[in-house]
């Protein structure tokens, strides 16, 4: 399951939890239900009026323009989104430059703007500058390294970024809607509080694996069943 967010004031949250600038990388799945006119929210690391960076998505008639923004500072990058499908996107500022991406690609201009260190906090919410919107989230994250790009691109293809980089994980909310807070899958503890968001259908990502099975050296790819074999002597 996902979380649906569709009325003013829904969110999900927790205090900010990577104060870096530099080298970094936030995400996760997002599915446009309904379009208008304004800007919400998708994801945001520190406080959208002072510091830290996010991706929002700025209504435009019929469709989506996603944007990042950094609190109090740049707006860049981007392009349109189609409503009723789930897209991967993500923010990498890698080496001084910020990157947003859709689908595993890039996705517009790139900027070498830095942002101001977070200090409010990491959540996914809805409605903060305009009118109702309705959306789904699903999987948002934050890193303390800059993913590759075929890190990134796996991602979209709907690998979990627990399976990628979990050493560097900060915050992970599955958002599998069964619990609230929602559980962070990081191990640092920073399970998101929950403000009015529903349950609904999940992103298109593949299954979870028990960590026991990576300590172990498991592949995370589960295989096929296996086939009964019946032999019928014949006389």
Known sequence: ??????????????????????????????????????????????????????IFVEWNGATGETRVVYGAGAIYGGGALTPNEWVHLVLRRLSGTGQLFKGGATFGASNGTAPGAPSGNFEVSLAVFSTLRSFRVAEPFICDV???????????????ISQLRRPNLKTHWPLWGIASPEPDLSGNGKHGTVTGASRIDHAPVGRYVPRRAYAQGISPILPPPIQSRISIATP
């Open 1 to 54: 399951m996902a979380r649906l967010l569709n009325a003013t004031g829904q969110n999900i949250s927790v205090a900010a939890s990577v104060t870096v600038v530099d080298n970094f990388t936030m995400g996760g799945w997002f599915f446009v239900n309904s379009v208008g006119v304004g800007s919400d929210c998708v994801f945001f690391n520190g406080n959208t009026a002072a510091n830290g960076y996010g």
């Open 146 to 160: 800059a993913l590759s790009n075929n890190e990134i691109t796996a991602l979209a293809r709907g690998e979990k």
